[in-house]
């Protein structure tokens, strides 16, 4: 069975400053992809980031950056100058095992403050 | 390419009645995903395909619940007879298996039973 979790509902930001989502997950297989999804107020689920568990360096996408750690199974978020358009629902979710299921967090509601 | 498409993107019902989800897969995708989510659990995976053969369903709630994939265009999700408690916005997603994608969403149904 693959697991994951995401201890914090929501979270609150000002513009321009720095946040971090916590993610841990669970899984018994070696091979495995990483993900966070941003799902805005229209619903549409767009993909943030991604991680891949045989890389030791953390994924970057311009403002968005991960912490992989692969022993302590987490996997968070950081984003960095939040902007307005960063308010949304985040979802961390783990790729796994022989037929590649995907499974998500509950997800943490994010604000950004003007 | 459109993108997985998803059919209605609204839809009320009354209880009791049978409702039927579509979902037109992103071409080429061998994997599909059935999601809901609620305020209360999230996204939750309900079943998924790969190669159009269920893989797993045991995230489906209860017998009311049923999925086809008769075909690698095109899925379909039912509900009959349908409840209050199956209000939810249902999601679909397809993604390659074989290569470590992430999976791709449609736009979701959201479903309101009365």
């Known amino acids: 069975a693959q697991t994951v979790t995401q201890s914090q509902p929501e979270m609150s930001v000002q513009e321009a400053e720095t946040v971090t989502l916590s993610c841990t997950y669970d899984?018994?297989?070696?091979?495995?992809?990483l993900f966070w999804y941003k799902q805005p107020p229209s619903r549409q689920m767009i993909l943030v980031i991604r991680?891949?568990?045989?890389?030791?360096q953390n994924a970057t996408e311009n403002r968005f950056s991960v912490n992989f750690q692969k022993a302590a199974k987490s996997f968070s978020l950081k984003i960095s100058d939040s902007q307005l358009g960063d308010t949304a629902m985040y979802f961390c979710?783990?790729?796994?095992?022989?037929?590649?299921?995907?499974?998500f967090g509950t997800g943490t509601k994010l604000q950004v403050i003007p | 390419d459109a993108g997985v498409i998803q059919s209605p993107r609204h839809e009320v019902t009354e209880m009791g009645q049978e409702v039927t989800l579509r979902c037109k897969p992103i071409s080429g995708h061998n994997s599909l995903f059935w999601y809901r989510q609620t305020m209360m659990r999230g996204l939750e995976l309900l079943i998924y395909?790969?190669?159009?053969?269920?893989?797993?369903d045991s995230g489906m709630p209860e017998d009311r619940f049923s999925a086809k994939m008769p075909n690698a265009s095109f899925s379909t999700l039912k509900i009959q007879p349908s409840e209050p408690r199956d209000s939810a916005v249902y999601f679909c997603?397809?993604?390659?298996?074989?290569?470590?994608?992430?999976?791709?969403f449609g736009q979701g149904t959201r479903l309101t039973v009365v």
């Open positions: 899984t018994s297989e070696n091979n495995y992809y």
């Open positions: 991680q891949e568990a045989y890389k030791q």
């Open positions: 997603a397809s993604s390659f298996t074989g290569v470590w994608t992430e999976a791709f």
């Open positions: 395909f790969n190669n159009n053969v269920p893989i797993d």
């Open positions: 979710a783990l790729r796994s095992g022989g037929y590649q299921k995907v499974t």
